[in-house]
């Protein structure tokens, strides 16, 4: 058993415990393609079995997020669980928020999973312990109001991956009060069907691919590099079946990520 399941997570448990229930069902390894926070619904990566080493493709996709934000009231954490540390800000006017798509710099919430100094922001947090968190610079592909009440307001957005949809909250002068990924590069929340294990090719439909005969795959297999005009990152497979991630100079096929055969 390997390849890909799209999960429709629910607010409240961990990414790690959707794991955990997967791993139990499958009776394989598994792993995530990127975490979303206990507070945070929606779209979910899991990869099964071999699979798991394909998360490094998968990690950097863009993400599709829906969120109401609370203008005017900043909490410690960037959503509605942590201490409130501001109030009565000012409240973002429609323009300053739509003005936030393209480039922008953000704090990292406290309450993430970044590292400071070798450990978790969120169990420094919890500890109440006091951090600078690092600047980011995210791109905000899309950003579309869907309903501006203040001091309540509703985004749909599309972001870069890393971009946490907290801190854009926070920017604004505001928490977030829900969040929800529906899309994950070329994956929606829609297709999300914890029984339907996509096969590991399905789950590289971002990456270019090419066929390869049984000698090139023999190659492939075996650590060898092949001839070939692709460059960056190639799904190579065989008969339908994924047998490595390579990466391609223009002249050769490297393998990266080497599948086990059937």
Same mark, same amino acid.
């Given at each position: 058993?390997?390849g890909?399941?799209?999960?429709d997570?629910?607010? #409240? ?6 794991v955990q229930q997967?791993?139990?069902?499958? @009776?394989v390894k598994?792993?995530?393609a @990127? ?5 945070? &619904?929606?779209l979910?990566?899991?990869l099964?079995?071999?699979?798991t080493?394909?998360a ?5 996709l863009?993400k ?8 005017g009231?900043r909490t410690?954490?960037?959503?509605g669980e942590?201490?409130v ?13 739509e ?5 922008v ?7 993430s ?5 070798g ?7 919890r ?6 968190m690092?600047?980011r610079?995210s791109?905000?592909h899309?950003l579309?109001?869907v309903?501006?009440q203040?001091p309540?307001v ?6 870069? &991956? @890393?971009t ?6 926070d ?11 529906t899309a994950? @590069? ?5 297709d999300?069907?914890? $029984?339907?294990?996509?096969?590991p090719l399905?789950?590289?439909? &971002?990456?270019p691919e090419?066929g390869?005969? $049984? ?10 590099s ?5 460059q960056?990152?190639?799904a ?11 990466? #391609? ?6 393998p990266?990520t080497v599948?086990?055969?059937?």
């Amino acid at each position: 058993m390997q390849g890909l399941v799209l999960v429709d997570k629910p607010a #409240g448990p961990s990414s790690f415990a959707v794991v955990q229930q997967l791993r139990s069902r499958y @009776g394989v390894k598994a792993g995530h393609a @990127g975490t979303l926070d206990p507070l945070a &619904s929606g779209l979910l990566l899991v990869l099964l079995g071999s699979a798991t080493r394909l998360a490094r493709y998968l990690v950097g996709l863009d993400k599709r997020y829906e969120t109401e934000i609370r203008l005017g009231l900043r909490t410690t954490t960037g959503d509605g669980e942590g201490e409130v540390v501001e109030e009565e800000t000012p409240l973002a006017s429609l323009e300053q928020i739509e003005s936030l798509e393209g480039e922008v710099e953000l704090r990292v919430p406290q309450a993430s999973a970044v590292k400071i100094e070798g450990e978790r922001a969120y169990k420094l947090q919890r500890r109440g312990v006091a951090v600078e968190m690092p600047i980011r610079r995210s791109t905000i592909h899309e950003l579309r109001v869907v309903r501006y009440q203040p001091p309540l307001v509703e985004l749909d957005l599309k972001v870069s &991956s @890393g971009t946490y949809i907290r801190a854009i909250a926070d920017h604004l002068g505001g928490h977030c009060r829900t969040i929800r990924r529906t899309a994950v @590069g070329p994956f929606v929340v829609e297709d999300a069907a914890e $029984e339907n294990v996509l096969a590991p090719l399905a789950a590289l439909v &971002s990456l270019p691919e090419r066929g390869l005969d $049984e000698e090139e795959t023999l190659a492939i297999r075996q650590g060898r590099s092949i001839p070939g005009s692709e460059q960056g990152p190639v799904a190579l497979h065989f008969a339908g079946h994924l047998v490595a991630v390579a990466q #391609g100079d223009g002249r050769t096929v490297r393998p990266e990520t080497v599948l086990p055969a059937a």
